[in-house]
């Protein structure tokens, strides 16, 4: 069951907790480590949340597993133990977390469900990634799967796996098909969402739990906002 903590400037969900795993589901606009705006980043927000909930005097230990994009929103996932880190940095090594995203996109994909191919390029400069059909010099290769959930007036909905873990992959390879996510302006949506997001949303994540041997099922509530509850 999600707990909601609530304090003056954020409102944390989580969506589980054990002695060795936390899993938040991270809002749009939130950073998950702090960068060079100066933001107070996810992972202090969640260590603040141990500190108080366990009355623990001192640093709490957190351990940051992956991020997602400051635009986006849904899981993320922190160890709790110096231990519990290079288990779960291996579980997304070897590809035995299966994460789900589900995103918003401007117009139907002419294929309902398929695999994209690409060969993506980061640019510094810009921060953005280049999707190319062929290996250029200094590409990453990357794939993902989709399948088209549902059509809605004006978006559709669809599910997407990973099968690597690029930079903006998602973004970059929908955007390269012509199906740029909602409110992505970087990669070709024509009009910002109202509170600067991009409806893509890590929606569920899957594994086996390191020290309990037993599977590990999270899903994270989509955003409050007209569109995304259409999809429900």
């Not at 922190?78 to 291996?90: D, H, Q, V």
């Not at 789900?100 to 996109?105: I, M, R």
């Not at 993506?120 to 088209?148: G, M, Q, R």
């Not at 796996?161 to 024509?190: A, M």
Request: proline content about 5%.
């Amino acid at each position: 069951m999600a707990e909601k903590i609530r304090s003056s400037k954020h409102n944390l969900l989580v969506l589980y907790e054990d002695n060795h795993i936390i899993a938040v589901n991270k809002r749009a606009g939130d950073i998950v480590q702090g960068d060079k705006t100066g933001d107070t980043p996810l992972n202090t927000i969640v260590k603040q949340y141990i500190k108080d909930k366990y009355n623990k005097p001192g640093n709490v230990y957190l351990g940051t597993v992956h991020r997602l994009d400051r635009p986006t929103t849904g899981i993320v996932l922190f160890a709790k133990t110096s231990k519990m880190l290079p288990r779960l940095n291996k579980l997304f090594l070897t590809k035995d977390i299966q994460k789900t995203y589900w995103a918003l996109v401007k117009q139907a994909p002419v294929k309902s469900k398929d695999t994209l191919v690409h060969w993506l390029k980061k640019n510094p400069k810009n921060n953005k990634s280049t999707a190319y059909t062929k290996e250029i010099k200094d590409s990453k290769k990357a794939i993902l799967h989709y399948t088209t959930l549902k059509q809605l007036d004006r978006y559709s909905l669809l599910e997407i796996q990973l099968e690597t873990g690029r930079h903006h992959q998602i973004r970059s390879q929908l955007s390269s098909i012509g199906t740029p996510i909602k409110g992505d302006l970087k990669y070709g949506f024509n009009r910002s969402n109202k509170d600067a997001s991009i409806s893509l949303h890590a929606r569920h994540i899957t594994f086996m739990h390191p020290v309990k041997k037993e599977p590990v099922h999270i899903t994270a509530p989509l955003p409050n906002d007209a569109v995304w509850n259409a999809c429900l």
